[in-house]
């Protein structure tokens, strides 16, 4: 009720927050972008973890948004901030590093969509052994990587 004061209608408040989690996506998927193209042993996962854990409501927002049809209403930059990841692959694959029978752009947004799903489901997610939510999601971050590797890169594990 105290956020209607700053902005003039519902839809203007949902504007702004889309633009949020339209930011906050894109440095994600920069941190993405990151351990995906590293080729060192050691990747961000610390980083992308974290980023995600301080502040994991975009994701459910932002799968919220997606769901429920508001596809078009996405911030540009949201829209955007995947097409210099989808550039790279294809010059990769134009190079031999990414097999050319995968079709770039929809393989990336099918496992972006599953990595959407899993941030989005954080909060829910069943852990054993003791582990804390954090670590449970650093190892289903560290299988999705791989998956994206696998997927993308020949020869990279």
């Known amino acids: 009720q105290a956020l209607m004061h700053h902005f003039p209608t519902k839809k203007s408040l949902r504007d702004a927050v889309l633009e949020l989690v339209g930011v906050l996506a894109q440095e994600f998927l920069l941190l993405l972008a990151g351990s995906i193209f590293s080729n060192q042993e050691d990747d961000p996962l610390a980083d992308l973890v974290s980023t995600f854990a301080e502040?994991?409501?975009w994701a459910q927002f932002l799968l919220r948004e997606l769901l429920d049809g508001h596809?078009?209403?996405?911030?540009?930059?949201?829209?955007?901030?995947?097409?210099?990841?989808?550039?790279?692959?294809?010059?990769?694959q134009r190079q031999g590093l990414v097999s050319a029978e995968i079709d770039v752009e929809a393989m990336l947004t099918n496992l972006n969509m599953l990595l959407l799903t899993t941030l989005a489901t954080f909060e829910m997610a069943i852990t054993r052994?003791?582990?804390t939510a954090?670590?449970?999601?650093?190892?289903?971050?560290?299988?999705?990587?791989?998956?994206?590797?696998?997927?993308?890169f020949a020869g990279k594990k």
């Open 134 to 152: 954090e670590e449970w999601m650093q190892r289903r971050l560290a299988e999705i990587l791989r998956l994206y590797r696998m997927t993308l």
């Open 55 to 57: 502040r994991p409501y």
């Open 71 to 92: 596809f078009e209403e996405l911030p540009d930059s949201l829209l955007n901030s995947q097409m210099p990841i989808i550039d790279g692959l294809l010059e990769a």
């Open 129 to 131: 052994d003791g582990h």
